[in-house]
């Protein structure tokens, strides 16, 4: 076997694996004000792990010529893709920023294959399993097996329970494991010490009279405070992208670990159906907001940010990890952030909550230990080359490829 790493390498963002040059897993896009893309390749066929805009951000464009190979996804993933792809159309069309078209997304539904966990497929002369990775609903490990070596494709992945999504617990067999190292050096808290400390800071700010607004990632974050609001009965209102990935995952019942509780939440919630107008009166309310972007650039949050920021008593409660460079990320560092082109000084108090979906060092760790006499090739973090020597002086067969390098069994056999 032989894999060539086209992005994800010594990285977060633009994930992309080429296997045997014929098969490839995930295309991504890595975001910023400049976003990058991974190398050209011209695949026989895809496979995504899961509809994160970093590992399928950038597949339309492999539709763009004259080629038409099949993409093979969980539905969950096929649906979520789909939405990124026409939101970053609606967003950036026309520009560097977009590497396609609307045709070229037409072209996924056409060329789209969706497949269940645990039930093999054929994808370019490979047998190709897919394995419930505990990330987001549809997320998955994917077992590519070419008759002489097994790859595991971890994806991204999580060894605790969430509320939207149950941990990961497959291991299937494999020679090699390519496997994701974001929290390498991260230890979570208990998540429900986490989900604790957020429902009681929420509850005081709501009791003291303020508004409480919730930035979150539309795709897994959104609903999982969904969820929790629900359960503990805290009066919310969702807005932006969230709203339709919400609806839509109601489709996919069997990707979720309580579809009957993501309805609850569903119906508990009050969605957002107006613009800025009704924004701005909804922010005076004494309620909590679950809004996009969750670091701050772009999206209703835009709107509900300004309209809160100047009152003490009012709160904004980050969910997910804060890139930096983003006005998240300012926000937490300095009591202030560019929204709209202006700097805006924040009275409200801002608190950060640990909701990561990854595995941290123990859940890595424990991972990986199911494979201590295969190779463990460390891609997805910021540190892979640091992780990677620490796993060989633990007694592993581990390194961490460059972005650009390739990867042979040939020198095993």
Not at 98 to 103: A, G, Q, R, S, V
Not at 171 to 184: G, I, L, Q
Not at 201 to 207: A, F, I, M, N, P
Request: hydrophobic share 35%; aromatic share 6%; with cysteine.
């Amino acid at each position: 076997m032989n894999i060539r790493f086209l992005g994800g390498a010594g990285e977060v963002g633009r994930s992309a694996v080429l296997v045997n040059d014929r098969l490839l897993l995930d295309y991504g896009i890595k975001s910023g004000n400049q976003p990058q893309f991974p190398g050209d390749v011209d695949p026989e066929a895809v496979v995504a792990s899961h509809g994160h805009l970093d590992h399928v951000g950038t597949i339309p464009s492999l539709l763009s010529g004259s080629a038409r190979p099949p993409i093979h996804w969980t539905p969950p993933t096929r649906e979520l893709a789909l939405t990124l792809a026409r939101d970053t159309l609606k967003l950036h069309g026309g520009t560097l920023q977009c590497p396609f078209t609307e045709t070229d997304v037409q072209r996924v539904t056409q060329v789209s294959k969706t497949h269940g966990y645990r039930e093999p497929f054929e994808a370019a002369g490979h047998e190709v399993t897919f394995f419930d990775a505990g990330h987001i609903p549809g997320s998955a490990h994917v077992l590519v097996d070419d008759g002489e070596t097994r790859l595991l494709y971890t994806g991204d992945f999580h060894t605790d329970d969430q509320q939207l999504v149950s941990a990961t617990t497959a291991r299937p067999d494999a020679d090699v494991v390519v496997c994701e190292s974001t929290y390498s050096d991260v230890e979570h808290a208990e998540r429900s010490t986490v989900e604790n400390r957020f429902v009681e800071s929420v509850e005081r700010t709501l009791w003291e009279g303020g508004t409480v607004v919730i930035p979150a990632f539309a795709i897994g974050r959104t609903q999982e405070m969904l969820l929790l609001c629900e359960r503990h009965d805290i009066p919310c209102y969702v807005d932006g992208m969230g709203k339709r990935i919400t609806e839509m995952l109601q489709h996919h019942p069997t990707f979720v670990r309580d579809a009957d509780a993501l309805q609850r939440a569903k119906s508990h919630a009050r969605f957002v159906t107006g613009r800025d107008g009704q924004r701005k009166r909804i922010a005076e309310q004494n309620t909590a907001i679950i809004t996009t972007s969750g670091m701050l650039h772009g999206g209703p949050a835009m709107t509900y940010v300004p309209a809160i920021r100047s009152n003490p008593v009012n709160k904004i409660a980050m969910t997910g990890y804060q890139v930096e460079g983003t006005p998240g990320r300012d926000l937490l560092d300095t009591g202030s952030a560019e929204i709209d082109g202006r700097r805006m000084p924040v009275s409200a108090r801002v608190q950060q909550f640990d909701f990561s979906a990854h595995a941290d060092r123990t859940g890595l760790l424990e991972f990986i230990e199911s494979y201590r006499d295969e190779t463990i090739l460390v891609n997805h973090g910021d540190r892979c080359g640091d992780f990677a020597a620490e796993l060989r002086a633990d007694g592993f067969d581990a390194s961490a490829p460059e972005r650009g390098d390739r990867w042979s069994d040939a020198a095993y056999r």
